[in-house]
Each structure stands twice: as structure tokens, then as C-alpha cells.
């Protein structure tokens, strides 16, 4: 079945420094949504991306989506305490399938 | 406007008892999505429900069954429970069958 890895596990950063997390599928994706999970919560929709090569931008957050449709990565610039939780990506697989495949996220952890 | 609902928030059963839980999806949502989430890991795909239908199924056993009711409302039920049930169940409704989803804040259920 359909796999999505997702790394790293876990990140600590300064506040102020940058962050990446990547997320990779096994098979070709029809879309890739991010998720974010604050410590106690439920995962809140962030983004979704569709199209191969997709760039999309929300404030200090890159998304892309890789032209392969297989993989994709969450940039985050000049973190704030505020962005502390886990980030998910999840795929959608081809035509006809509508199950949605976490990542198993990547926990970060910004130091004031 | 109501987001997800989900009841009971915690639970409490014994192993090879019965449980039910319940959501109630977001207004305009006509789409139900479950996930079991363990702990430190990604929401896995339980099944999603669609016209009172069951439209996709993962990786999980008969054990864990659900239902769709005409007001869009949907319930997951496992049977036979075992240790490894303990998760926090989220639901999530969504607009179309591959659109965002938005969850609820889950049930938190443990099995001894």
C-alpha cells in the first residue's frame, strides 16, 4: 500500500532560526495536504497542493510539491514560539482513491 | 458556525467489550473520514463514509465497522476490543470525498 515517510522526526531550533521538514510518498500523488498538530489537539488543515512543481506561500511558510507529484516539503523562516507542534503532510493517492496517508509528522520545538 | 463534534472526549473499556463513538461533521460537510491516531504517530486512515456509504476502507479489520446517518452524522464502532485499540479516534468531515478534511478534537479511548 501507499506510503509516506516524513522527516525529521523531530527538530529544535532557536527562535529566529529556520525550518524544514520533508515528506516523501511511495507512490505518485494526486495531492498533498499539510496538517498541523499542536501538543493535547487535532491536526488543523494548513495547505494543499495540487499541481507538479506547485510552489504556495502562507506568510513565513513555503509549501512545494515535487514535479514527480511524489514528494514535497514545508519551510518555515525565522521561527516564532507560536509555530511549536507537529507537521503532518498527507497524500492522496491516484484517480478513484479518496484515503487520505499521514506521515508519521515532524515534532518541532522552537527554544525562546 | 459549529465545527466538528465529537462525543464521548474520553473512554474507558475493557478489553473484548463494545464501543461506540459518534461525530457530528461540520455544517455543508456531507463527507466522514475516521482515523486512529496512536501516540507520537500520524492519524491512520480508518474508513470514510459518503451517501450513508462506506466509500473506502485501510488497513484495518472487520473489528472496527461504521455508519452514516441521512443528517450526515456517522459513528465508528469496534468490537472485541484489544489493548492495542488505545488511541484518540478523530473524525473529520470535508466538503468533497478529496478535499480538506477538518477534524474534531477526538475521543481518547483506552482499553485495559
Known amino acids: 500500500g501507499q506510503q509516506v515517510m516524513q522527516i525529521p522526526q523531530y527538530q529544535h531550533v532557536q527562535e529566529g532560526e529556520d525550518f524544514t521538514t520533508y515528506c516523501n510518498s511511495s507512490?505518485?500523488?494526486?495531492?498533498i495536504q499539510w496538517y498541523k498538530q499542536r501538543p493535547g489537539g487535532h491536526p488543523v488543515f494548513l495547505i494543499q497542493l495540487v499541481k507538479s512543481g506547485e510552489v504556495k506561500k502562507q506568510k513565513r511558510l513555503t509549501f512545494q510539491f515535487g514535479e514527480a507529484k511524489k514528494n514535497s516539503s514545508l519551510h518555515i523562516t525565522a521561527t516564532q514560539t507560536t509555530d511549536v507542534g507537529t507537521y503532518f503532510c498527507?497524500?492522496?493517492?491516484?484517480?478513484?482513491?479518496?484515503?487520505?496517508?499521514f506521515g508519521k509528522g515532524t515534532k518541532l520545538s522552537v527554544i525562546p | 458556525d459549529a465545527g466538528v463534534t465529537q462525543s464521548p472526549t474520553h473512554l474507558i473499556k475493557t478489553r473484548g467489550q463494545q464501543v461506540t463513538l459518534r461525530c457530528s461533521p461540520k455544517?455543508?460537510?456531507?463527507?466522514v473520514s475516521w482515523y486512529q491516531q496512536a501516540l507520537g504517530q500520524g492519524p491512520q486512515f480508518i474508513f470514510q463514509y459518503y451517501e450513508e456509504e462506506e466509500r473506502q476502507r485501510g488497513n484495518f479489520p472487520d473489528r472496527f465497522s461504521g455508519h452514516q446517518f441521512p443528517n450526515y452524522s456517522s459513528e465508528l464502532n469496534v468490537n472485541a476490543l484489544l489493548l492495542g485499540d488505545s488511541a484518540l479516534y478523530l473524525c473529520a468531515s470535508s466538503f468533497t470525498q478529496v478535499d480538506e478534511q477538518y477534524f474534531g478534537p477526538g475521543t481518547r479511548l483506552t482499553v485495559t
Open positions: 455544517s455543508g460537510h456531507d463527507t
Open positions: 507512490t505518485t500523488l494526486s495531492n
Open positions: 498527507a497524500g492522496l493517492g491516484g484517480a478513484g482513491s479518496y484515503q487520505l496517508t
